[in-house]
């Protein structure tokens, strides 16, 4: 059974900077492609960012792009997302997710399979 926890959540700033950690348990990491996804107060669920097995490539919705970077340690079983330049409209649940084979192209929360509980990012304007 793999288990996802998030971590590194909080109250920031408009223009500030926080960065969210994900470690997976009890499976090999490494194979798995793994995203990050948020959710805001009545909005569905979207696709933040995505990055492959190896670390190699990396994948981002437009909203975000130039701002959030998403890293993987293997050695760790960890996947961060480093979230910079702040808006109040990144405030959400912030979710981890991890998938066998989904490419990081897909945006679909239907493609991964296991997630994590969420963690909350509070940007205040």
Do not use: H
């Not at 994900?22 to 959710?39: D, E, H, K, N, V």
């Not at 959030?68 to 293997?74: K, L, P, Y």
């Amino acid at each position: 059974q793999v288990q996802l926890v998030e971590s590194g959540g909080g109250l920031v700033q408009a223009g500030g900077s926080l960065r969210l950690s994900c470690a997976l348990s009890g499976r090999i990491f490494s194979i798995y492609t793994m995203g990050w996804f948020r959710q805001a107060p009545g909005k569905e669920r979207e696709f933040v960012a995505a990055i492959s097995w190896n670390g190699a490539n990396s994948y981002y919705a437009d909203s975000v792009k130039g701002r959030f970077t998403i890293s993987r340690d293997n050695a760790k079983n960890a996947v961060y997302l480093q979230m910079n330049s702040l808006k109040p409209e990144d405030t959400a649940v912030y979710y981890c997710a991890a998938d066998r084979a989904a490419p990081i192209t897909v945006t679909r929360t239907i493609e991964y399979d296991y997630w994590g509980q969420g963690t909350q990012v509070t940007v205040s304007s």
